[in-house]
């Protein structure tokens, strides 16, 4: 039996992987203030402004999380030629994300998220209101081919292809198709944030969606551990993909691959400060994982504790190889000692 590697030379791996991010893309705009005092107009807060500052959002949050780890990334996508465009564009290049694939539309909006959080001496912020800018217009048909053309510049030097879909008009049919072949014709993993539209993604190697979105799909409530086994067993069954995964909130995440089988990775008990973007990590990490050659329940135990990292934030935030570390060597050790 060949022994399995430790976190240490699995996180090493990660290093000289290359992953392509397809998907929708967004600047998550942060707007911080002090409570002061009740609102003479209305039965709300007043805020004194204290900070403001951008973070990239949706399908460039996954890029981010496989930047920190030491991936090298390519973000494909599209966006505005406006301000916000701008902003996104900086911010990734300097977190070492490569966006020479961003198409640039002058007839379309940046998807552009504002967050209005409180924050006293006392407590963390509290997110007062959210403000969407978004356009969600079907891509041309040039600018599919265009997206379709870069995936294929890009895949043969890639070890993975992850689609973030965000319902922005990007991950459209003939993207999904097109990333299907080319992946099948030069061997290449395919993952996937499906936002819960599982049946677009058949013949994709691992696909995530989030516990509400599998009971959407499923017509039905999932309450025990047995329901989420036949859940995903049928789901992987109808859908055709050969891994499907679930996460499940402070409960962990369940998967169900055709090799392995069910498995679930329990929660790990963290002070959630704010739950954003703990999606994109997991199907991020699950993605570099795989493409290291973990196995998926191995794959599922790091996305996991990446995800505790992050939500232990606000907003988007990014798990680093030498935290993640920190907390799965102890897991090498156990095991070491029960062998």
């Not at 994300?97 to 001496?121: F, M, S, W, Y």
């Not at 909130?249 to 400060?273: A, C, K, Q």
Request: charged share 20%; aromatic share 6%; glycine share 10%.
């Amino acid at each position: 039996m060949v022994p399995l590697p430790s976190y240490r030379e699995l996180l090493a791996r990660f290093r000289q992987l290359s992953v392509v991010v397809v998907g929708d893309v967004c600047l998550d705009r942060y707007v911080l203030g002090s409570p002061t005092r009740l609102s003479r107009e209305a039965p709300i807060a007043v805020l004194d402004w204290k900070d403001e500052y951008y973070l990239p959002g949706e399908a460039s949050n996954p890029a981010l999380n496989l930047a920190f780890l030491g991936c090298t990334t390519h973000l494909v996508g599209v966006t505005g030629a406006d301000e916000a465009a701008g902003d996104l564009r900086d911010l990734l290049e300097h977190r070492g994300t490569c966006t020479n694939h961003l198409v640039t539309d002058p007839g379309r909006r940046t998807t552009e998220k504002t967050r209005i959080l409180a924050q006293g001496h006392l407590f963390l912020p509290q997110q007062l209101a959210r403000i969407d800018r978004t356009d969600s217009l079907p891509l041309s048909r040039a600018q599919e081919q265009q997206l379709s053309n870069s995936v294929g510049e890009l895949m043969s030097d890639a070890d993975a292809v992850l689609l973030s879909d965000y319902k922005r008009g990007v991950v459209g049919p003939l993207l999904i198709e097109r990333v299907r072949e080319l992946a099948g014709q030069n061997g290449k993993l395919t993952t996937v944030d499906s936002q819960g539209d599982l049946y677009r993604f058949s013949g994709y190697g691992c696909v995530r969606c989030n516990q509400a979105e599998m009971e959407a799909v499923l017509r039905r409530r999932l309450v025990h551990e047995e329901d989420f086994e036949q859940g995903l067993r049928e789901l992987a069954g109808s859908v055709g993909c050969e891994q499907l995964v679930v996460t499940r909130g402070g409960d962990g995440i369940s998967y169900y691959s055709r090799t392995e089988g069910y498995g679930h990775v329990p929660g790990v008990p963290v002070p959630v400060v704010d739950a954003v973007g703990a999606g994109d990590t997991v199907i991020a990490v699950l993605t570099l994982a795989l493409a290291a050659g973990a196995k998926l329940n191995i794959a599922a135990h790091v996305a996991n504790q990446a995800a505790a990292l992050v939500v232990q934030h606000v907003g988007n935030a990014y798990p680093r190889a030498e935290e993640l570390l920190a907390v799965l060597e102890p897991h090498d050790a156990m095991r070491v000692g029960s062998q």
